[in-house]
């Protein structure tokens, strides 16, 4: 029982008639019950003046996953980017030309939207999002932060600050495939801490953004790790500019990342080394009254941090008694393209995505850093079929990647001499809240 001190006036007031009556409780009922009641007027006053609203909202899940070769992936196979290369055993076998099956519930979802009072003449806002996905395959199952951020709007600008998409990953325009890949690697796919600054004029808005890396890490000697990043001493910056009216959005932007591989040398000396790269990405989004068009190409080095294929090699060695390395980015084109209907409970559509190693500006002497580094290309084509009822929905997808493997050359370029192909059947299970 909650003894507050309303009930407590009540309990007395109720039994005074069954107990003799005391005339030194009488000023601390008084006293309890003008305390509670003020205290409900502050709360309520201070209700008023600085209102906060809090939303759950999130999905639950499932996954039925066929693939008709192994595949690289994430989660169990969850996140799937293209087929593996060709192993062979001595009976000329290839041992990843298997299938495999799996049913997952890892994507299901949960987010708190939070909105509050004003604070510097804007208005304010925060959300939180997570899933069951895990950091790693180890931790399959583990719940994982996505998005955690606050959003201060004033009339034309607005400032976030937390985690949340990279800017390369354009959420007003981005696949909307049944796969959790999101069309990755041919997408740029990467949620990063940072500070965001929009200025909105019109129809015109220009960004800026200072990132750090967390889950999304660049490659290097040690493996994928944010100490390249966090040892560089210097964020990673974007800018983007974008055109929005009622049928039409364009844009197109630029990104700079400097990373520090190591900070010795195998000689055992300070190694003094660092590599910067730059990235280019243009977009599109038209949308009509029965379809929508979409569609982003990009091209840049080491965009390794943003799922993609790429990365960076050693160029030279400039000292030979340090061993002091130079590095040189592989850089990456890549464009996808999705159509798609505009029906409430209906939906088709159709995603195709394409990218290629163009290899390094310069010739290469050492190790490569980078993912598909033995990819010349990748192609993909995914139709679709979705039905909504309701708060449910039931989606499948037919998933066709293509992978051309073939030998590296001095300048990390490949020369295509198989091409592997996985077709993923899936279908998906979602209940929206």
């Known amino acids: 029982m909650s003894w507050t001190p309303q009930r407590l006036f009540v309990i007395n007031i109720s039994t005074m008639k069954k107990v003799k009556f005391c005339p030194s409780i009488f000023p ?60 062979f055993d001595f009976q000329g076998n290839d041992l990843n030309a298997k299938d495999s099956f799996h049913i997952l519930s890892i994507q299901t979802r ?9 604070a510097l003449g804007a208005k304010t806002s925060g959300y939180i999002e997570g899933e069951f996905f895990g950091h790693s395959d180890s931790d399959i199952n583990g719940f994982r932060l996505r998005h955690a951020y606050l959003k201060l ?26 796969s959790f890949n999101t069309g990755a690697p041919f997408q740029p796919f990467s949620r990063a801490p940072q500070l965001r600054f929009t200025w909105t004029w019109n129809k015109l808005s220009l960004s800026a953004a200072a990132l ?15 100490v390249y990043f966090r040892n560089a001493a210097l964020p990673e910056f974007n800018l983007k500019l974008g055109f929005t009216n009622k049928n039409l959005l364009l844009g197109g932007g630029v990104n700079f990342l400097k990373i520090v591989p190591r900070l010795v040398t195998e000689t055992g000396y300070k190694a003094n080394e660092s590599l910067i790269s730059a990235a280019g990405f243009i977009y599109g989004k038209i949308t009509t009254r029965c379809l929508t068009l ?15 294929l790429g990365g960076y090699a050693v160029r030279e060695i400039s000292d030979p008694l340090l061993r002091t ?9 890549s464009v996808w393209v999705e159509i ?18 163009f ?30 009822a309701g708060k449910v929905r039931l989606a499948q997808e037919i998933e066709l990647t293509s992978a051309a493997y073939g030998t590296v050359d001095l300048r990390g370029k490949v020369t295509p001499s198989r091409t592997l192909n996985n077709l993923r059947f899936l279908a998906a299970v979602y209940y929206f809240f």
Do not use: C
């Open 28 to 87: 601390s009922i008084l006293i309890l019950t003008f305390l509670a009641g003020f205290h409900s007027f502050l709360r309520a006053q201070a209700e008023k003046a600085s209102p906060v609203s809090v939303s759950l909202t999130g999905y639950i899940k499932t996954d039925f996953i066929y693939d008709t070769r192994q595949t690289v992936s994430i989660r169990e196979g969850h996140f799937l980017l293209y087929p593996k290369d060709a192993s």
């Open 110 to 118: 949960l987010a708190l939207k939070i909105s509050g009072p004003e």
């Open 153 to 178: 709007n004033w009339k034309k600008t607005d400032l976030l600050v937390g985690q949340f998409w990279h800017p390369m990953f354009i959420t007003d325009s981005f696949p909307d495939v049944v």
């Open 212 to 226: 750090s890396q967390r889950d999304f890490a660049s490659t290097g000697p040690d493996g994928v790790s944010t």
């Open 294 to 308: 979409k569609t982003e190409v990009v091209y840049g080095g080491n965009l390794h941090h943003l799922t993609m």
């Open 325 to 333: 390395r130079i590095y040189a980015p592989i850089n990456t084109g």
């Open 340 to 357: 798609q209907t505009n029906g409430e409970k209906w939906q088709a559509g159709l995603f195709s995505g394409y990218s290629k190693n």
């Open 359 to 388: 290899g390094a500006n310069h010739g290469l002497t050492g190790p490569i850093y980078s993912r598909g580094d033995n990819l010349a290309r990748v192609f993909r084509l995914a139709p679709r079929f979705i039905y909504s």
